[in-house]
């Protein structure tokens, strides 16, 4: 399966953007999807995640702020992010992981929050 990432631009401050991972195939062959990020610099960290169950969770840092979703029907998985800080600011990476199998990356896409 491959997945493929979009949604990423340029937002202020305060802004809002939606990201959306599309696999090629059932995402509900996966166990987990969600979202890495990397800053220049930084080493890539967790951002969100959900089950095939749809238990979430988030790092602290967007916790009340990002939110994600997963679409079976669509095979996508949503990350919608709300009051973007300047420290947002990264590449976006969707994953999905398989019981037994390597994790699946999709390219990444890059977000930028400035004034």
């Known amino acids: 399966v491959q997945l493929q990432a979009s949604g990423g631009g340029l937002v202020r401050p305060g802004g809002s953007l939606r990201l959306s991972c599309a696999a090629s195939?059932?995402?509900?062959?996966?166990?987990?999807m969600g979202w890495y990020r990397q800053a220049p610099g930084n080493r890539r960290e967790l951002v969100a995640a959900?089950?095939?169950?749809?238990?979430?969770n988030y790092a602290a840092s967007v916790k009340g702020r990002f939110t994600i979703s997963r679409d079976d029907s669509k095979n996508t998985v949503d990350l919608q992010m709300n009051s973007l800080k300047v420290e947002d600011t990264a590449v976006y990476f969707c994953?999905?992981?398989?019981?037994?199998?390597?994790?699946?990356w999709g390219q990444g896409t890059q977000v930028t929050v400035s004034s």
């Open positions: 994953y999905a992981d398989r019981v037994g199998q390597v994790r699946s």
């Open positions: 959900i089950t095939s169950l749809g238990n979430t």
């Open positions: 195939g059932s995402i509900g062959d996966f166990n987990i």
